[in-house]
């Protein structure tokens, strides 16, 4: 046991010594670049005294689930939640779930058999790759936003084909070619699941919705934990696909089930994006600031994710400390997490960021990039 402790050692300590190891840390004071906070939902204080209320209207809210929704845990609200969901993105139902890993690893460890192959974009959402090993499907990456590369694979394969994007991917910012993949995977009568995690809320209710894809895409995975300000997944999906994950998605059976409290969240952050546009229009003002600031990005020109590539661990740090002693946080994503060769500052603008702000941070950045 202690030899098989030391080689657990050994791996920290390397990581220590490149510099990335990763350690848990209270949260700093200062001006917000790095959180997932789009809309700046989470520290609203009109969404979350209409929260408070219902609360205090409905103490219940904040009782345990008392256990997974096939024992006891399957409210009248989350049951109510899951149909508002689904009338609002007007697909057949939806299926809650406490996390978008969650759904992912529901999603991919259950829908494919052994017969089938997940075709992934390299670049997809490591909840995905992890999802692909519980699966005993074959699993193949295509090259990032590559309709050609896909397309190959495609023709190559027998049996059934998942294929599985995001649409707004989390580290460099840039969008998949939906319309496209959706027409390649009708055309071999693949399966497309696409990840919403960022685009949700940014975009509407997300591209799917946007672009009226429903029929085009097998799933849709929207998460709250971001644009929304709140917690928790849903699966967009037909009824027999929910009902297939309620009988065999362990993750889904396995789980106890929230609080009643984060489903009512959810509902109030949908009423609240709908009668409040203030934020979307105040982040995309500050997407197009930070553009006009001339940084070198991959990132598409109206995500709120902005990569800058400092290809050296070490660089990276350097700036990522001065940011932060200049009151900036932001988030360096180091090797070996992405390519050694293509880390990067990973920037993510709010609705709540001054010009100001944005202005005084790509100041900095340019001094090292």
């Known amino acids: 046991m202690l030899n098989h402790l030391h080689s657990f050692q050994e791996a920290l300590d390397k990581r220590k010594a490149d510099q990335t190891l ?83 690893l529901a999603l991919f460890s259950t829908l494919p058999n052994r017969h089938n192959t997940i075709i992934v974009d390299e670049k997809i959402h490591r909840s995905v790759h992890d ?5 005993h499907a074959k699993k193949l990456k295509f090259k990032h936003n590559d309709i050609g590369d896909l397309e190959q694979i ?28 959706a027409e390649i995977t009708k055309k071999y009568n693949a399966f497309l699941i696409v990840d919403e995690a960022h685009s949700f809320g940014v975009f509407g209710y997300g591209l799917v919705e946007k672009y009226q894809l429903q029929t085009k895409v097998l799933a849709t995975v929207i998460t709250y934990g971001k644009a929304l ?29 929230a609080q009643d409290v984060q489903w009512r969240s959810i509902r109030a952050g949908y009423e609240f994006l709908k009668t409040n546009k203030n934020p979307s229009s105040s982040l995309q003002q500050n997407i ?40 900036f946080l932001t988030y360096a994503v180091f090797s070996p997490t992405v390519k050694q060769g293509t880390e990067r500052l990973r920037i993510c603008l709010h609705s709540f960021n001054t010009e100001e702000e944005i202005i005084q941070l790509t100041k900095i950045i340019k001094e090292f990039t």
Do not use: W
Request: hydrophobic share 35%; aromatic share 8%; proline share 3%.
């Open 22 to 104: 990763r350690i848990l840390k209270p949260q700093f004071e200062g001006i917000d670049f790095y959180s997932n906070d789009y809309l700046g939902l989470a520290r609203n204080e009109e969404l979350r005294n209409l929260l408070l209320k219902q609360i205090n209207e409905n103490p219940h809210l904040l009782s345990g689930s008392t256990g997974s929704r096939l024992i006891s845990g399957n409210s009248k609200e989350v049951i109510e939640t899951e149909n508002f969901i689904s009338k609002e993105h007007q697909n057949e139902s939806a299926l809650l779930f406490s996390s978008g890993y969650n759904a992912n």
């Open 131 to 135: 999802a692909c090993k519980m699966s």
């Open 154 to 181: 495609l023709k190559r394969q027998n049996g059934n084909c998942y294929v599985a994007i995001e649409s707004l991917y989390s580290m460099d910012g840039d969008f998949a070619p939906i319309h496209e993949i």
């Open 229 to 257: 300000g709140s917690h928790g997944a849903a699966i967009l999906c037909d009824e027999v696909i929910k009902s297939y994950l309620v009988n065999f998605a362990s993750p889904f059976i396995y789980t106890t089930a």
């Open 288 to 327: 197009r600031v930070f553009h006009q600031q001339n940084i070198k990005t991959p990132s598409s020109e109206n995500s709120p994710i902005q990569a800058v590539l400092v290809s050296d661990n070490h660089r990276l740090k350097d700036l990522q400390e001065t940011l932060l002693h200049e009151g």
